[in-house]
Structures are given as structure tokens and as C-alpha cells.
């Protein structure tokens, strides 16, 4: 087992909740031990932090686009939520990112609670691989063409509409053509990964991660063609508002905002810096959306093999 001091990790944890400061003191208690330096973010609060010794020893770090650098991994404790929030320090120093699931789904996260500490000495062995994830690079510019803004994303950028009261007028491009206007709420633009999160809810498809395409799904749209698009990452996606339209917002992984004043236009292209995600389940992405999603599967049998084996005997759930 390595024990190097110069090995360091990036703390980042969902605090609302007693047992969630439990797993970080646990995982804290597990990396000192093997001679980990173990960050967190300088205005991060942890309540109920004097029932656990092991946090004490947390050394602060400012949190903006250093606050990584020099880690092995950033390891979240939480949902999705808390994922996404802790990817922009993962990805400033493209450092891998690990989720262990405090929350429901958790569809972000690798490892559940119940195995914490399975999974904090798979890293401290460095038992585990990488996969790289895309991103989006998002911008918008208003009707003068002026830069009103520039973001990026995991999961999606979602445009919607700020005025409930009445539509989105909008026209989505594909490659510098049209392909359709319609009125919406909204428009979400997301990756493969993001496929499972709001896309997924708005009626889109599922698209396996290593699948590298830009999906396009109307949110709520009024019109005859409103139906998911799938495209070429290499593409360039845009949609333009009216300019005799309401004001609209552009939501970055459900946190970070774009201003989208009428007539602007918000282009979206393949990111130029992708997330770097820890595996440590080596399930099928198949196998792990049936487990995430409590899909039904009984009766299934699968190809049956030479001695009569069949691969649903090899499938397990954890």
C-alpha cells in the first residue's frame, strides 16, 4: 500500500446531514492514515464537524480553479448535485473526479455509501481506471452580436424561458442551417452523460457514454417537428430567440446562468476540456442503469453459451 505524503485529494462533501459529515470524517480518517494530504474548500461549513476528530486535520484551500491542483482526485461525497458543483475543480487542473452516492439516484456517482471504505482503499491502492467524459462550451451573444456570455457544461445547458406566462419563440440551427422554429419553454442541449438527468425527464434518449453525440431536446414545445435530436459532436447547435420574444435564462448544470436577453443567440459545441471520471465498477453502463433505474428485467434469459450457461447467470446487482 502506497503511503507517499506528497499524495493529496480534494474533499468535497454534501454537509446538510450528520451521517453525510460521518462518511467525510470516515474517508478523511482512511487517507490520513495512508499519508494522504486531504483538502477542503476554504468556505466550505461542516456542521457537527466537533463530533469527529479526523477533521481537524482537513487542510483549507481557496475554492476557485487551483483549489485541485496537485490532487490525485477530487473524491465527492454526495448526489448529482454536489457532483456537478465539484467538476469545475476537477476539470480546471484535469484531475480525475470520483462520486461516492449520499444522495437517491446518483447517476454521476460511482460507489454507494454502504461501501465507502472498499472504495477509499481502491484509491489508496490506485485500484481503479479513467474514462474521459465530453463537455460543452456554451456561448451567447445578443441581437447586436455583442458577447453577452461564455459557460460550459456536463450534463446540459438548458434554455428556458423566464416568463412563465407565455412562450419561447425559438429557432434551432444545426451546422448554420435552420432545421425548425417553434414555441417552447425551453430548449435542452446535453451530452451523452447528461442524457440520464434533465433530458431524460424532458423526453429524450438514453445515450451511452461512450457515445460521443450532442443531444437536442424541445422542453414543452408547441409545433408539428419537435422531436429529440441526436448529432455529430462535431457539430455546432444554436438556437436563436425572437427579438419580439420574452427574456430567457441559459442554466448550466442546473446551477451556473447565462443571461439570454430577446433576438440573442446561444451557440453550443463540443467542450474543448473533458471531465475525467474514476471507475470503479466495471459493470456494463447497461447493467448499471437497470440497478440506478430499478428497471424490470425478470424473465430475461440472454444468449445461451456451450454448457448451457446463460449470461444472465453472470449478471449481478450491487
Known amino acids: 500500500m502506497a503511503t507517499s505524503s506528497d499524495r493529496a485529494v480534494l474533499l468535497v462533501p454534501h454537509t446538510r446531514r450528520e451521517g453525510n459529515i460521518a462518511s467525510a470524517a470516515r474517508a478523511t480518517e482512511l487517507l490520513l492514515e495512508a499519508g494522504f494530504t486531504v483538502r477542503l474548500l476554504g468556505d466550505e461549513e461542516l456542521p457537527y464537524a466537533g463530533n469527529y476528530p479526523a477533521l481537524d486535520e482537513l487542510c483549507r484551500v481557496e475554492p476557485d480553479e487551483h483549489a485541485a491542483e496537485g490532487c490525485e482526485l477530487v473524491l465527492v461525497l454526495g448526489g448529482d448535485g454536489t457532483f456537478l458543483r465539484a467538476a469545475g475543480y476537477a476539470r480546471a487542473q484535469d484531475v480525475p473526479i470520483l462520486g461516492i452516492n449520499l444522495g437517491h439516484i446518483g447517476f454521476l456517482a460511482e460507489w454507494e455509501e454502504d461501501s465507502l471504505e472498499t472504495a477509499i482503499r481502491r484509491v489508496i491502492d490506485r485500484e481503479y481506471s479513467v474514462d474521459s467524459r465530453m463537455t ?26 423566464l416568463d412563465r406566462r ?18 417552447c419553454d425551453g430548449v435542452l442541449i446535453s451530452t451523452p452523460t447528461g442524457s440520464t438527468a434533465y433530458a431524460f425527464s424532458a423526453g429524450g434518449p438514453i445515450l451511452w457514454p461512450e457515445l460521443d453525440a450532442i443531444l437536442v431536446v424541445p422542453n414543452n414545445a408547441h409545433a ?26 441559459v442554466v448550466l448544470d442546473g446551477f451556473r446562468h447565462l443571461d439570454m436577453p430577446p433576438g440573442s443567440r446561444l451557440e453550443v459545441v463540443r467542450g474543448e476540456h473533458p471531465i475525467r471520471l474514476v471507475r470503479l465498477d466495471d459493470r456494463p453502463f447497461t447493467d448499471r442503469l437497470v440497478s440506478k433505474l430499478h428497471l424490470p428485467v425478470n424473465g430475461w434469459r440472454g444468449p445461451v453459451v456451450k454448457d448451457d450457461f446463460s449470461y444472465a447467470d453472470n449478471v449481478t446487482q450491487r
Open 136 to 161: 460543452i462550451d456554451v456561448t451567447v451573444h445578443d441581437h447586436n452580436n455583442d458577447l453577452v456570455g461564455t459557460g460550459w457544461a456536463l450534463n446540459e445547458a438548458s434554455l428556458e424561458n
Open 166 to 183: 407565455g412562450v419561447l419563440d425559438a429557432i434551432l440551427e444545426v451546422d448554420l442551417r435552420p432545421v425548425s422554429s417553434f414555441g
Open 224 to 249: 408539428l417537428f419537435t422531436k429529440p435530436l441526436v448529432v455529430s459532436p462535431s457539430s455546432k447547435v444554436a438556437v436563436e430567440s425572437l427579438i419580439t420574444t420574452t427574456h430567457a435564462d
